[in-house]
């Protein structure tokens, strides 16, 4: 069993930073990748970034690229999104979920935290 519990939300004008926490509580953390996901209002929620425990890979999307940055803190099972000249699109509920590195499905997530971004 995973368990996920998240940190770091707020409110935050045009330009600005956020970094969330994602505190992982689980045996094996190299088995498995974390991804970061948001959620607008009225929208569907959709991949942000991600990375694997057990490697050096990370992952992200176009709409993040170059502004968003996935990191870890391996001993103290903790996966972070620093999140940089935020933009009022970027406003959503963001999750952080964990996989096995080989699945397909992200079968465990935290609780969200909000993001908002004023202009």
Do not use: H
């Not at 968003?68 to 699109?89: C, H, W, Y």
Request: glycine residues 10%; hydrophobic residues 35%; contains cysteine.
């Amino acid at each position: 069993q995973v368990q996920l519990v998240e940190s770091g939300g707020g409110m935050v004008q045009a330009g600005g930073s956020l970094r969330l926490s994602c505190v992982a509580s689980v045996s094996t953390i190299s088995n498995y990748a974390m991804g970061w996901f948001r959620q607008a209002p009225g929208k569907e929620r959709e991949f942000v970034a991600g990375f694997d425990w057990g490697s050096k890979s990370t992952y992200d999307t176009d709409s993040v690229r170059g502004r968003f940055t996935v990191s870890r803190d391996i001993a103290k099972k903790t996966g972070f999104l620093q999140m940089n000249s935020l933009k009022p699109e970027d406003t959503a509920l963001y999750y952080c979920a964990m996989k096995f590195r080989k699945s397909d499905s992200w079968n465990y997530w935290g609780q969200g935290t909000q993001v908002t971004v004023s202009s």
